[in-house]
């Protein structure tokens, strides 16, 4: 049974630049949420989707928008990088049932790199 | 909002020594905690949980925590470490009824022989 998947697992982007990481949620779960874990510090929710919808969201700048597909997978897309998004960038996929979440499983992560 | 607090950057042991991790929370609401373990280049793995009912929560690989409301507190221990369970350890606190994670900033058990 596969688990969380994500790609890549490493990028290196320049700032300015633009990038989509890709995240296929483990079988039988239906809401995809995103972290950003910078170096040194414990991952931070950017946000939530579920049914194809941002559900929640973090405190992150309209730069950090995401999508979510009808088979459930999502894509995290970043604009205009700076070099303070060079993170390690987590999936965690779930299940949400009468609003309690039953424990997520994670992804590897992607590590963005922006120069 | 919720905020968690990890006490102890870096924890240093010795094989087969016990270990405490320390994590405390502030809420206002009812909350769910947990604990994940990070290894090396690899996303985070979950160790235990508690939701509700018993305060004391078992987990893998040998651990457990114990879950104390009055002084906010969720502890992870150990009795006997191995040299495989170096890694980062994450305290991850959610509002009841909602599932998004605050983290703390992680300890790092460094298992030694």
């Known amino acids: 049974d596969a688990g969380v998947t994500q790609s890549p697992t490493h990028l290196i982007k320049t700032r300015g630049q633009q990038v989509t990481l890709r995240c296929s949620p483990k079988?039988?779960?239906?809401?995809v949420s995103w972290y950003q874990q910078a170096l040194g510090q414990g991952p931070q929710f950017i946000f939530q989707y579920y049914e194809e919808e941002e559900r929640q969201r973090g405190n992150f700048p309209d730069r950090f928008s995401g999508h979510q597909f009808p088979n459930y997978s999502s894509e995290l897309n970043v604009n205009a990088l700076l070099l303070g998004d060079s993170a390690l960038y987590l999936c965690?996929?779930?299940?949400?049932?009468?609003?309690?979440?039953?424990?997520?499983?994670f992804g590897s992560g992607t590590r963005l790199t922006v120069v | 909002a919720q905020s968690v607090t990890q006490l102890d950057s870096q924890v240093p042991v010795f094989e087969e020594a016990p270990v405490e991790l320390r994590c405390n929370y502030s809420s206002s609401v009812s909350v769910y905690l947990f604990w994940y373990v990070q290894y090396p280049n690899q996303g985070l793995q979950l160790l235990l949980k508690?939701?509700?009912?018993?305060?004391l929560v078992k987990g893998i690989n040998g651990f457990e925590a114990e879950f104390n409301k009055s002084q906010t507190s969720f502890h992870l221990r150990k009795p006997s470490v191995h040299i495989s369970d170096t890694a980062e350890y994450f305290c991850?606190?959610?509002?009841?009824?909602?599932?998004?994670?605050?983290f703390g900033k992680g300890t790092m058990l460094l298992v030694s022989p």
């Open positions: 508690y939701l509700s009912g018993s305060t």
């Open positions: 965690a996929s779930s299940i949400l049932r009468d609003r309690i979440d039953y424990g997520y499983t």
């Open positions: 991850a606190v959610s509002a009841s009824g909602y599932s998004t994670l605050t």
């Open positions: 079988s039988g779960h239906d809401t």
